[in-house]
């Protein structure tokens, strides 16, 4: 059954073009910080007693369990949608490779892009594409030549697939990040392969993996 929409107060309106304008200039829904923010409102509560509002006339739907869970009924939504991601470089699944250049990845002299849809990224901030080399990360269903979308971070939890920058080696390496007493195990997925230990001072966490694009041959 069609919820009925009655008529907006000018700060609900307001929050309702907001959402619109978010989506169609970021391809993803705002959070609700992002409309206190934007909307000028005096605290969270207050945007979520609208958005109440908002849902309960059939003006947006929301999935509370799902961080930026606003969806606009007219079908204006982040899985449908097509969004390039930078591919700045490569990341090894084996033994750590050279990266050259900086001791970050830039996303800005990211040289190509790869197209995927909105449901990939789930409306996350700060994503990027590496090719994967090598097989340590195959248990894993990484496979060498594989596309890893990844997500900046500079914290991960134990047991999450990493970029991490060794320091002292100027290297990079993709693996399972676990942090140990006084030290920490990258660890490869692939049982015929040795784990990785560092100083959790000589490490540097570049991102975490939130998805996997499979290269068929």
């Not at 059954?1 to 391809?27: A, C, P």
């Not at 890893?148 to 939890?157: F, G, P, R, S, Y």
Request: proline share 4%; aromatic share 6%.
């Amino acid at each position: 059954m069609k919820t009925k929409q009655g008529k907006l107060s000018y700060k609900q309106q307001s929050i309702v073009d907001f959402i619109h304008r978010f989506w169609r200039e970021r391809n993803y829904p705002p959070s609700i910080r992002d409309i206190v923010s934007g909307c000028g409102l005096s605290s969270t509560s207050v945007a979520d007693y609208n958005l109440k509002i908002l849902e309960r006339q059939g003006y947006i739907r929301r999935h509370r369990e799902v961080s930026r869970g606003i969806e606009l009924p007219n079908g204006a939504r982040a899985a449908g949608r097509r969004l390039f991601i930078p591919v700045i470089g490569t990341i090894a699944a084996g033994e750590p490779i050279p990266v050259p250049g900086a001791d970050t990845w830039d996303v800005t002299a990211a040289a190509d892009t790869i197209e995927v849809t909105g449901d990939l990224t789930r409306g996350r901030e700060g994503v990027y594409a590496l090719k994967v080399k090598g097989s340590s990360m195959v248990d894993a269903l990484i496979n060498d030549g594989d596309i890893v979308l990844m997500q900046h971070a500079n914290a991960v939890e134990n047991g999450e697939m990493a970029a991490v920058w060794l320091k002292s080696e100027r290297e990079a390496t993709l693996k399972k990040f676990y942090l140990e007493e006084g030290r920490v195990r990258l660890q490869p997925a692939n049982s015929r392969m040795k784990a990785i230990y560092a100083e959790p001072g000589n490490i540097e966490i570049q991102g975490k993996v939130i998805a996997v694009i499979r290269q068929l041959d």
